[in-house]
Each structure stands twice: as C-alpha cells, then as structure tokens.
Nanobody, 117 residues
C-alpha cells in the first residue's frame, strides 16, 4: 500500500511562510524522485519543484528563490519550504513520487494553501 500524505497547508498572509511535509509509506523512499505540484482554481496543474534520489533540485521559475524542496530519507519525508508567499501561490499542493520519467507516479491527496493579500 503506497501512501503519500501532505500536511502543513493553511491560510497565510502575503509575505509569510509555510512548510509542507509529505510523508511517504509503501515505497523505498530513497530510490524515488519526489516532486511538488500545485493547482490553482481554474488553472492547470503546475510542477513546482523536484528533488531526485541523489538530492538534485529543480524549481519552477515562479517560485525560484522563494521555495526550497528538501528530503529526509530517514523520515521518508519530502518538504516544501515556502517563503515570501504571494496570493498567486494560492493552490492545492500535491506530492508526487516516481522512479522513472515515464511513470505517472504516486500522488498524495493534496493540501490547501491560501495566501491573502
């Protein structure tokens, strides 16, 4: 049974910070590339950040310099640290885990982040 559970979402004022953990179970976590996606109302799902099994990271231009993705393999958890939040960051944030580029991967249930102006 594969399970990804995101948490840490909530309501925050513009300029504030949130940290989103995603706890994984049912996979050999250290072998997976982990990613955060988000979907804002009326918009397509957007890839926010990735971190490979080796720790290499990539970020969407819209969050570069503000968000940080990190992983703790001992805790089977990937984190998205979000700083300097903007109203346009408002979205449901989803955690994804996959080994191969061709995989659709495993998905969490999502956590709502709302940034007020």
């Amino acid at each position: 049974q594969v399970q990804l559970v995101e948490s840490g979402g909530g309501l925050v004022q513009a300029g504030g910070s949130l940290s989103l953990p995603c706890a994984a179970s049912g996979i050999i976590f250290r072998l997976y590339t982990m990613a955060w996606y988000r979907q804002a109302p009326g918009k397509q799902r957007e890839l926010v950040a990735t971190i490979t099994s080796g720790g290499a990271t990539n970020y969407a231009d819209s969050v570069k310099g503000r968000f940080t993705i990190a992983r703790d393999n001992a805790k089977n958890t990937v984190y998205l640290q979000m700083n300097s939040l903007k109203p346009e960051d408002t979205a449901v944030y989803y955690c994804n885990a996959k080994i191969r580029i061709s995989d659709s991967g495993h998905w969490g249930q999502g956590t709502q982040v709302t940034v007020s102006s």
